[in-house]
Antibody, heavy 119, light 107 residues
Framework: QVQLQESGPGLVKPSETLSLTCTVSGGSFSSHYWSWIRQPAGKGLEWIGRIYTSGSTNFNPSLKSRVTMSVDTSKNQFSLRLRSVTAADTAMYYC?????????????WGQGALVTVSS | QSVLTQPPSVSAAPGQKVTISCSGSIGNNYVSWYQHLPGTAPKLLIYDNNERPSGIPDRFSGSRSGTSATLGITGLQTGDEADYYCGTWDSSLSAGVFGGGTKLTVL
């Protein structure tokens, strides 16, 4: 059974950088896409981006200028960095495994990490 | 604003059937459906337009016609009350996209 766990600060100051890491256990890490998805309170799911275990990435065009993703195959981890955050970036952040190249097939999800942007 | 359009809400009585539509920038890519209960991680219900993962009851079904997809739920139960999202890959954006979500109420 594949398990994903998000970790990182729950509070980030405006204009600073949000950093989250997802640790994957219980299954194969290599040769998969790994995604970040968020949900602001009271709103729908928003795809942030994904990284393949080779390091190639795709990002949501609306966030692309502020997002960086990285992967550490030795630790079965992938990470998200979102720069210059504002209150609009306050959300539950999920990591998930994406099984499709041309799809959005998220079969395993983390439980989510709540990140609040506030001074 | 989502590139996939879903009705904001649907409702039906226990035991009845409901359908949730998803239309927009689907193109030629597969559609997936997710059930999201408050306080939990979203759960994959349907993939490849109409396939169910292991463990998902056959009360849940998916279909696809052109640029629209539909999730069907039969034999509604109170435990089905949740938000439902469609998702796909938008080839023009090279990005994953979700519908705005549909809140299902079982009256």
């Amino acid at each position: 059974q594949v398990q994903l766990q998000e970790s990182g600060p729950g509070l980030v100051k405006p204009s600073e950088t949000l950093s989250l890491t997802c640790t994957v256990s219980g299954g194969s890490f290599s040769s998969h896409y790994w995604s970040w998805i968020r949900q602001p309170a009271g709103k729908g799911l928003e795809w942030i981006g994904r990284i393949y275990t080779s390091g190639s990435t795709n990002f949501n065009p609306s966030l692309k200028s502020r997002v960086t993703m990285s992967v550490d195959t030795s630790k079965n981890q992938f990470s998200l960095r979102l720069r210059s955050v504002t209150a609009a970036d306050t959300a539950m952040y999920y990591c998930a495994r994406d099984l499709q190249v041309w799809g959005a097939l998220f079969d395993y999800w983390g439980q989510g990490a709540l990140v609040t942007v506030s001074s | 604003q989502s590139v996939l359009t879903q009705p904001p809400s649907v409702s039906a009585a226990p035991g009845q059937k409901v359908t949730i539509s998803c239309s927009g920038s689907i193109g030629n890519n597969y559609v997936s459906w997710y059930q999201h209960l408050p306080g939990t991680a979203p759960k994959l219900l349907i993939y490849d337009n109409n396939e169910r993962p292991s463990g998902i009851p056959d009360r849940f079904s998916g279909s696809r016609s052109g640029t629209s997809a539909t999730l069907g739920i039969t034999g509604l139960q109170t435990g089905d009350e949740a938000d439902y999202y469609c998702g796909t890959w938008d080839s023009s954006l090279s990005a994953g996209v979700f519908g705005g979500g549909t809140k299902l109420t079982v009256l």
